[in-house]
């Protein structure tokens, strides 16, 4: 991975100890510091981390630093529940302090900010070899599957029988485009050899109708998992490692009482090695139903988007080899959004949790 450019590096650094060393008997954790900026607009903890990043940190906007002269300007910001006073409640004392704060914050947020302007980023989906890339879909259970899917059929199409077909249609051309030289098959687990699984490997779909998703995530070691639960009349949760370990659940949100409008999905994106050939890559996309899986595909391959969700990946996990996105799919009109890795809310987790800690 590269280093962290200086001016950049010393800004999180600041941050960091203003946070944990200002009122150290205060126990300031990033969550309860979002919190608190949360009360004038929202703020995820996973930002602040991503703030005080000692690899690949990012810059606050201005009005968040701001935000952090006005709050670390007083005491009284941590006399009970953290809390950021409005700028008029300060003090004369306070209001310097708040000045000299201010200065020193922007000062190093515009040297990073330039310094940011030149991280490079490259396109998830370019493979620097010539080996072959293998899809491999979830399976329409037989109750679900269309005359068509029938090898008996005349007109059978042996594409009726896969599932998350918007995923594999938009994500099969998009790899084609980037990689022309490169062979390209899409299969449903029961079609899987084991020449599939040692190459570039791309499992699309949830554990229940894609066993081998499940079975190579496992292998990979990745923190987050996919349980059913009885809550859900359709598809399944994803669970990762929560405090004392008891697990954190992700759950759809619904438009409607009785769970029938999907408004807003959860998808996963997850690259590792291949835990079967280690020189070439494992991407998962998944979702708790359809929308999730097809959000987390469209983050990487919408004209509009990709590359402001490239270079939030390359901030965040630099050149790691190994990264998981869970995030926020919005449902609108029955149609899934693409997510912006870059807006509050739309990242609900990302693994390995110390790149940005």
């Given at each position: 991975?590269?280093?962290?450019?200086?001016?950049?590096?010393?800004?999180?650094?600041?941050?960091?100890?203003?946070?944990?060393?200002?009122?150290?008997?205060?126990?300031?954790?990033?969550?309860?510091?979002?919190?608190?900026?949360?009360?004038?607009?929202?703020?995820?903890?996973?930002?602040?981390?991503?703030?005080?990043?000692?690899?690949?940190?990012?810059?606050?906007?201005?009005?968040?630093?701001?935000?952090?002269?006005?709050?670390?300007?007083?005491?009284?910001?941590?006399?009970?529940?953290?809390k950021l006073l409005p700028l008029e409640e300060l003090t004369p004392d306070e209001q310097a302090a708040y000045r000299k704060l201010e200065t020193e914050l922007l000062r190093l947020r515009d040297l990073a900010s330039g310094e940011e302007e030149e991280v490079a980023f490259h396109s998830s989906w370019h493979f620097n070899d010539t080996g072959r890339v293998t899809f491999v879909?979830?399976?329409?259970?037989?109750?679900?599957?269309?005359?068509?899917?029938?090898?008996?059929?005349?007109?059978?199409?042996?594409?009726q029988a896969f599932a998350d077909l918007d995923s594999l249609m938009e994500l099969h051309g998009h790899i084609r485009a980037e990689n022309p030289l490169i062979t390209v098959h899409f299969r449903i687990p029961s079609e899987v050899v084991t020449d599939d699984l040692?190459?570039?490997?791309?499992?699309i779909g949830g554990v229940v109708w894609n066993e081998i998703t499940q079975r190579v995530s496992?292998?990979?070691?990745?923190?987050?998992?996919?349980?059913?639960?009885?809550?859900?009349?359709?598809g399944d949760p994803f669970v990762v490692p929560g405090v004392d370990d008891k697990d954190r659940e992700f759950l759809p949100k619904w438009a409607d009482h009785e769970g029938g409008i999907l408004a807003e999905d959860v998808g996963?994106?997850?690259?590792v090695p291949n835990p079967l050939n280690p020189s070439r890559t494992l991407t998962i996309c998944n979702g708790i139903h359809s929308r999730g899986v097809y959000g987390a595909v469209r983050s990487l391959t919408d004209a509009q988007l990709r590359d402001a969700n490239e270079r939030y990946i390359s901030m965040h996990f630099g050149n790691s080899e190994s990264f998981a996105i869970l995030m926020s799919v919005?449902?609108?009109?029955?149609?899934?959004?693409?997510?912006?890795?870059?807006?509050?809310?739309?990242?609900?987790y990302h693994w390995p949790r110390d790149m940005v800690a």
């Amino acid at each position: 991975m590269h280093p962290a450019p200086p001016a950049a590096l010393q800004l999180a650094r600041r941050l960091r100890r203003l946070r944990q060393q200002q009122w150290p008997d205060a126990r300031l954790t990033q969550e309860r510091l979002a919190a608190a900026f949360s009360a004038e607009e929202p703020l995820a903890s996973v930002t602040v981390s991503s703030w005080e990043s000692l690899s690949s940190p990012k810059s606050p906007p201005r009005h968040r630093i701001l935000a952090y002269a006005r709050f670390f300007a007083t005491p009284r910001s941590v006399e009970a529940e953290p809390k950021l006073l409005p700028l008029e409640e300060l003090t004369p004392d306070e209001q310097a302090a708040y000045r000299k704060l201010e200065t020193e914050l922007l000062r190093l947020r515009d040297l990073a900010s330039g310094e940011e302007e030149e991280v490079a980023f490259h396109s998830s989906w370019h493979f620097n070899d010539t080996g072959r890339v293998t899809f491999v879909c979830a399976e329409l259970p037989d109750d679900q599957k269309g005359p068509l899917a029938r090898p008996s059929n005349p007109n059978f199409t042996e594409l009726q029988a896969f599932a998350d077909l918007d995923s594999l249609m938009e994500l099969h051309g998009h790899i084609r485009a980037e990689n022309p030289l490169i062979t390209v098959h899409f299969r449903i687990p029961s079609e899987v050899v084991t020449d599939d699984l040692t190459g570039h490997l791309v499992l699309i779909g949830g554990v229940v109708w894609n066993e081998i998703t499940q079975r190579v995530s496992q292998l990979a070691g990745l923190p987050v998992r996919q349980v059913v639960d009885p809550k859900l009349r359709s598809g399944d949760p994803f669970v990762v490692p929560g405090v004392d370990d008891k697990d954190r659940e992700f759950l759809p949100k619904w438009a409607d009482h009785e769970g029938g409008i999907l408004a807003e999905d959860v998808g996963l994106l997850a690259r590792v090695p291949n835990p079967l050939n280690p020189s070439r890559t494992l991407t998962i996309c998944n979702g708790i139903h359809s929308r999730g899986v097809y959000g987390a595909v469209r983050s990487l391959t919408d004209a509009q988007l990709r590359d402001a969700n490239e270079r939030y990946i390359s901030m965040h996990f630099g050149n790691s080899e190994s990264f998981a996105i869970l995030m926020s799919v919005q449902v609108i009109k029955n149609r899934a959004m693409t997510p912006a890795f870059g807006s509050e809310g739309v990242v609900l987790y990302h693994w390995p949790r110390d790149m940005v800690a």
